[in-house]
């Protein structure tokens, strides 16, 4: 049987898709677990992962992100949240909104929660370039999708994106997982720096535009 596929930008009829496809790829990721507890076992913690992912998705249309998806024969099997350079200022009705969101986030998750969120990206981007980059935020495959060039084809077409951007000076990303950098190494990163929330390494990478 063939199969047919396409990269394609997400919108709000993806929502729910999405969600549940970051959902199930990062229920083994490091810095979910430590944040957000075995969501594969526990209630709590499943509710907790979904609210974070979907306020990931809202806040991505009120900043300077974007979320592209790996679709096979119409179902999402891959997607990845970038956060763009950008020389123009975030409109006030999108600060309202974000505002908003952090208000509805903060109301659905424990106060410990929200405070290690916050811990975990300001060392995360302390880690990023002074000059103007791409940040990818979060990429992720299904798990029964897994091992058959998805995330590879993700990649690709980020660094296109980031090669044919004329303000960017290329893409930073973190990661949890130290068997990733070897993976990532072969896309043109370079481990810049490492550093710890609590006892977990977090590893900051850069890839210089080409």
């Not at 677990?33 to 907790?48: C, M, N, Q, T, V």
């Not at 998705?57 to 956060?83: M, P, Q, R, T």
């Not at 090669?163 to 896309?187: M, R, W």
């Amino acid at each position: 049987m063939s199969t047919s596929h396409r990269i394609a930008k997400l919108d709000k009829s993806d929502k729910a898709s999405f969600v549940s496809l970051m959902c199930s790829a990062f229920a083994q990721d490091p810095i979910f677990l430590h944040i957000f507890g075995h969501s594969e076992f526990d209630e709590k913690a499943r509710r907790h992962t979904a609210h974070f992912i979907s306020f990931l998705f809202d806040k991505s249309a009120w900043l300077h992100e974007e979320i592209w998806g790996y679709f096979e024969n119409g179902k999402l099997l891959g997607a990845y949240v970038i956060e763009k350079p950008t020389t123009n200022k975030i409109r006030r009705m999108s600060i309202v909104r974000l505002v908003g969101r952090l208000i509805t986030l903060a109301c659905r998750l424990p106060i410990r929660k929200i405070r290690q969120l916050n811990e975990y990206m300001q060392v995360t981007r302390s880690m990023a370039p002074n000059t103007a980059h791409h940040y990818l935020i979060i990429i992720g495959v299904a798990p029964e999708a897994q091992g058959k060039g998805i995330g590879k084809a993700l990649l690709q077409h980020l660094l296109h994106d980031v090669d044919s951007c004329p303000i960017s000076h290329g893409v930073a990303l973190d990661t949890e997982n130290f068997q990733n950098i070897a993976l990532y190494e072969k896309f043109g990163f370079m481990l810049m720096q490492e550093a710890r929330l609590d006892h977990l390494p977090i590893y900051g990478m850069f890839r210089p535009k080409q």
